[in-house]
């Protein structure tokens, strides 16, 4: 048997190596081969909420491994590929990953009476209560919008509803918020006209878009303060400038939604005609 022989048949007896496939391989290759069928998102606006963060509420993994879909050209929205940083209303928009729909969440908008003692946050490692445990879990993540401090009680919206959220938080859209103060001490005209002129903080001037006294007690005055937009404990802040210590404060309005009759504790589904007043307020 000549030695070009045995070499031709040593090679094709030969076992072959055990195939193994990369998961990041695997990933780049989706990404490519999705990229050549897909345009690029662009959202038309600025509003919702980042994209991983959604897919990470859906339970597809930790922000950053969400992140990492993103980047690895998995998730589409709307049919087109997605990139890392993009805002988005799941409620309005179609998401995908490796081509899996992400299921739709049914729209939910809540008004809720916070408590004293209850802090508006996603975590706390002191597991202090939060706000969010009022309401059932069934409803899936919600946004809180209008944030209170632990010592502030009153009316908090929550919703899944990306746009909304960002159209009754962010600074530019304006949308008053109404709070019951009562204050130590008896508060004159010229404090009041001094509110609504403006008072420098930290951050810079910080003024009310209204204020008007409800009533007087013997050591307490009580007033409507109304912000379009506000600093952290910019009321309690404003106040304490002034010479006179908050004793209550109580969110009694977002925009078109008031307290109402809720107790401390208790929340209720909004109306469809809230939530139209609600868009229309963001406008």
């Known amino acids: 048997m000549s030695k070009h022989y045995v070499k031709r048949t040593i090679k094709k007896t030969s076992p072959a190596k055990p195939f193994r496939r990369s998961v990041k391989n695997h990933s780049a290759k989706t990404a490519r081969k999705t990229t050549r069928r897909s345009s690029v998102f662009e959202p038309e606006s600025g509003e ?22 993103i980047e690895q050209g998995r998730v589409e929205v709307n049919g087109s590929i997605a990139r890392l940083g993009c805002k988005v209303d799941p409620v309005q928009c179609e998401i995908k990953v490796d081509g899996e729909r992400l299921k739709k969440t049914k729209p939910v908008y809540l008004a809720l009476f916070k408590p004293k003692g209850y802090l508006c946050t996603d975590r706390d490692q002191q597991g202090r209560a939060r706000t969010i445990d009022l309401v059932p879990k069934t409803f899936g993540r919600l946004f809180l919008i209008g944030r209170l401090d632990m010592d ?16 009754l938080t962010h600074p530019k859209y ?11 001490g008896e508060l004159t005209l ?27 007690h013997k050591q307490s005055t009580i007033l409507d303060i109304t912000l379009s937009e506000g600093m952290n404990r910019e009321i309690r802040r404003l106040f304490a400038r002034l010479g006179h210590k908050v004793l209550t404060l109580i969110r009694v309005a977002v925009g078109p939604v008031k307290l109402g009759k809720l107790t401390p504790g ?11 007043q609600l868009y229309a307020a963001g406008h």
């Open 48 to 69: 919702g909420h980042r994209l991983q963060k959604i897919l990470a509420v859906a339970g597809l993994g930790s922000r950053r491994q969400c992140e990492e879909l």
């Open 152 to 167: 502030s009680e009153g009316l908090i919206l929550l919703t899944n509803d990306g746009a909304l959220s960002e159209r």
């Open 174 to 184: 304006g949308v008053a918020k109404v709070y019951r103060v009562q204050a130590a």
């Open 190 to 216: 010229e404090s009041v006209n001094q509110l609504r002129k403006g008072i420098y903080l930290a951050e810079g001037l910080a003024k009310v878009s209204g204020a008007v006294i409800k009533g007087r």
């Open 266 to 276: 208790e929340w209720r589904h909004l109306t469809q005609q809230e939530v139209e």
